[in-house]
């Protein structure tokens, strides 16, 4: 795209990518701060996994939040939310070293990378899998770039501030160096999991549709044995609006604001977590099914039905793009 070439964040921009064993995969490496970065890295080649802990792996914007808050619930056995940030257990940003002290086992892990790329470690856990319809996915992917910033201690100005919803969709159908690689390749990899023992595919609009049934499936595949009034309890707190009001309000925990006094460049951590807020209530925008038919023009959804029907891996994948 004009002026947006090398992509801010692509692989050719940091030079960063993850790898599979055998090298047939490559996908950019999602870099939030160069210094940082180098850590996240080692720290994911030298983990050992701890076996009473859970990966959640999903394409960005594919209900990662839902179903993070889902699983620590389930573990913790409350449908309380969860105060101490997700981030410290995003492992993409995130060293995981740093993650025991605020987030002992047993835990939910998170990732966006696609379980290939990452080290043999993580590829043998109980992960949950969610995925979401292409479209719908298309258009929350294009408010997360278009409205939050690379980095929340960067000021500087946001480079897709001012892409188009055209543009974007020729990215997401075609661009194969943004961070994580196409969702289409990520998700025909992740659904050629789904026999596996250790595997668990969720819909995301399954879990709109229909939570407590969902959510169970959930609480079977991680042993957790919670009873039907909490899982019942747990549906309504995640719930799209009330979890988008639950998690802007009330005190992070002591970790996180210990975690963000420790950072000079930020200043005040009160002033942060309105910061932290405000990204949360952009990451919560809507998470309706169908909300792609408010942006899709006629000639752009059959674009991309014709570009669906010309993918061989996601044929037989029951997605929903509309409410039933």
């Known amino acids: 795209m004009a002026g947006l070439s090398p992509l801010p964040m692509s692989g050719a921009a940091t030079g960063e990518y993850f790898v599979s064993d055998d090298g047939s995969v490559k996908v950019a490496a999602i870099v939030m701060d160069k210094n940082v970065f180098p850590k996240v890295r080692s720290d994911l080649e030298e983990y050992k996994w701890n076996d009473s802990d859970f990966l959640l792996a999903t394409f960005p914007k594919n209900g990662t939040h839902f179903m993070w808050e889902t699983m620590m619930m389930l573990l913790k056995g409350s449908a309380d ?60 992917f294009y408010y997360h770039y278009k409205n939050i910033k690379i980095s929340l201690l960067d000021d500087e100005p946001n480079p897709f501030e001012n892409i188009t919803f055209a543009q974007f969709m020729e990215l997401f159908l075609h661009e194969m160096d943004l961070p994580y690689g196409r969702y289409f390749d990520y998700i ?117 039905d014709n570009f669906l029907a010309s993918w061989e891996g996601g044929k037989d994948i029951p997605f929903m793009y509309t409410k039933e």
């Open 81 to 140: 939310y969860i105060r101490t940030s997700k981030g410290f257990l995003m492992i993409d940003a995130s060293p995981i070293s740093f993650s025991s002290k605020p987030f002992p086992s047993p835990r939910a892990v998170n990732t966006h990378y696609r379980t290939d790329v990452l080290p043999a470690e993580f590829r043998k856990a109980k992960t949950v899998v969610v995925m979401r319809n292409s479209k719908d996915t298309c258009v929350s």
């Open 188 to 304: 025909a990899h992740m659904w050629s999991l789904k026999d596996e023992p250790n595997i668990l595919v969720v819909f995301y609009e399954d879990l709109k549709t229909n939570p407590l049934d969902t959510i169970q499936k959930v609480n079977e595949f991680m042993g957790t044995n919670r009873s039907p009034e909490l899982v019942k309890e747990i549906a309504e707190a995640v719930n799209f609006d009330k979890m988008k009001v639950g998690k802007t309000t009330g005190p992070l925990s002591k970790e996180t604001m210990e975690m963000l006094g420790s950072m000079a460049s930020l200043g005040d951590p009160e002033d942060f977590h309105e910061k932290v807020k405000s990204a949360t209530l952009q990451i919560f925008r809507k998470g309706d099914i169908g909300d792609w038919k408010n942006h899709f023009t006629v000639a752009q959804n059959e674009m991309f």
